[in-house]
């Protein structure tokens, strides 16, 4: 075999092979695409019943979405963990009055059975007749890590990030020390203690 048809043949083979990984990775990509695709698909419907059983105060059914080790990063506050927990501080959320939820997922990012979801959410707080807390709005950010767990997608890691700015702090007028009730997208209950004038329960901060 001559060089000039051995290199014919070696260059044939180079643009085969060049072709055949090039169709083989545009496969693969179309194959996470639908995945990716359906995955956010089933994020958003989770989250729609997140919105309604949080409003309808329906407690067993919000706690389905979160997993068993589910942690919950809120600000200022220690990380709460674990279904229990969770389970816990939403039963007085709900007993406080009615909270509606808007949560928008932006993008997902899918990696085996963990997938991530970044959003953003509203929330609006009306009390009831008992409720020791006060009407309140809050909006911002939010990183979800969503797990596969026998089947189910369940969210096991929520950070929500609030872009609600609380109100002047002033140094010179009469301060009082009022704890304020924070809730995050996830239903942990946070509460820090904070030194600010203001009117009768008018800050919030998710």
Not at 10 to 35: M, N, P, R
Not at 108 to 113: F, Q, S
Request: with cysteine; charged share 25%; proline share 2%.
């Amino acid at each position: 075999m001559n060089i000039s048809l051995k290199v014919k043949i070696f260059l044939g083979l180079s643009i085969f092979t060049a072709f055949s990984c090039k169709e083989i990775y545009d496969a693969q990509e179309l194959v996470e695409a639908e995945d990716i695709k359906e995955v956010r698909q089933i994020i958003e419907s989770k989250n729609e019943q997140l919105e309604n059983w949080t409003k309808q105060g329906i407690l067993d059914s919000l706690s389905s979405i979160f997993g068993d080790n589910v942690v919950q990063l809120s600000p200022n506050q220690k990380p709460s963990k674990g279904i229990e927990r969770f389970k816990s501080d939403w039963r007085e959320n709900l007993a406080q009055g009615t909270w509606d939820f808007n949560i928008q997922t932006q993008e997902v990012k899918l990696c085996g059975e963990l997938a991530v979801e970044l959003g953003v959410f509203k929330l609006h707080f009306t009390p009831n007749k008992h409720s020791s807390m006060a009407e309140f709005k809050d909006e911002g950010n939010y990183v979800v890590l969503w797990e596969k767990i026998d089947g189910n997608w369940k969210i096991v890691w929520d950070a929500p990030v609030s872009t609600m700015q609380l109100e002047s702090m002033t140094q010179q007028d009469t301060l009082k020390d009022e704890e304020v009730v924070f809730a995050n997208k996830s239903g942990s209950r946070i509460k820090q203690q904070a030194s600010y004038t203001k009117k009768e329960n008018s800050v919030s901060l998710k």
